[in-house]
């Protein structure tokens, strides 16, 4: 079974459906949050700011994953290319004294003839 979203939805208008005490529902409204319902049926008390990080923050995770509906062996793929792509880039001066050296290695005698 599929987990529910927890992300804040719909803004509630009608603050008499919300089980608080009218004193905490001030409280709240005087610290600037509102109430909103999430899907999963329970009220999150948020300020607009923290709303909107809501949204962005569940609007990412559908762009995060693109090749989502790839196949699994596609997906192994793109993973390893990407893993060894960041380890290229975290070593790659060592790489290149890797490389030098064995140019060196096999063209030392033409290279002592240029001199």
């Known amino acids: 079974m599929r987990r529910k979203a927890k992300h804040a939805g719909k803004l509630i208008e009608d603050w008499s ?4 005490p009218d004193s905490q529902k001030e409280h709240y409204a005087r610290l600037g949050y509102k109430p ?5 049926g329970k009220v999150k008390w948020l300020s607009f700011d923290q709303h909107i990080y809501e949204k962005i923050k569940y609007d990412d995770r559908k762009k995060i994953a693109p090749f989502k509906n790839l196949r699994p062996s596609l997906q192994k793929q793109l993973r390893v ?4 792509f960041r380890a290229f880039l975290r070593n790659w001066f060592l790489l290149f004294l890797a490389a030098l050296i064995v140019l060196i290695y096999f063209y030392y005698e033409s290279i002592l003839n240029w001199f």
């Open 17 to 20: 459906t919300i089980d608080l």
């Open 81 to 84: 290319a990407k893993r060894l």
């Open 36 to 40: 909103y319902l999430c899907s999963g």
